[in-house]
């Protein structure tokens, strides 16, 4: 996680991450877990369809490949739920950790 955030960060000056949270797999059922999660919110005059190519390069980059996916094993799952006013994964939005790393970053915006 440490080198996805930081190439996030390459990304994105404005970024801010939450703290990162333990939790269960959530939806499809994968042998491994539990998960480490963290939220951030970013700022960018980049369009959803030219982030997205971005974020798969940087999976990619640590580690994550089909065939381990076929077999429950994900290093990395990095994704872009919401762009603008768009919500991309409205399912993720109401994951339980996705919530609490949101509800944490926006406290702080506060």
Do not use: C
């Not at 940087?58 to 006013?85: C, M």
């Amino acid at each position: 996680m440490a080198y996805a955030a930081e190439q996030l960060r390459t990304l994105f000056s404005s970024i801010r991450f939450s703290q990162s949270y333990y939790s269960k797999a959530e939806g499809k059922s994968y042998s491994v877990g539990p998960y480490l999660n963290q939220v951030a919110i970013a700022y960018t005059t980049l369009s959803h369809s030219e982030i997205t190519p971005l974020l798969k390069a940087i999976e990619k980059a640590t580690g994550r490949s089909k065939e381990l996916k076929a077999v429950g094993i994900i290093p990395i799952d990095i994704d872009l739920i919401q762009w603008n006013d768009l919500v991309l994964k409205p399912e993720d939005l109401t994951r339980s950790y996705v919530r609490k790393g949101l509800d944490e970053l926006l406290l702080e915006e506060e």
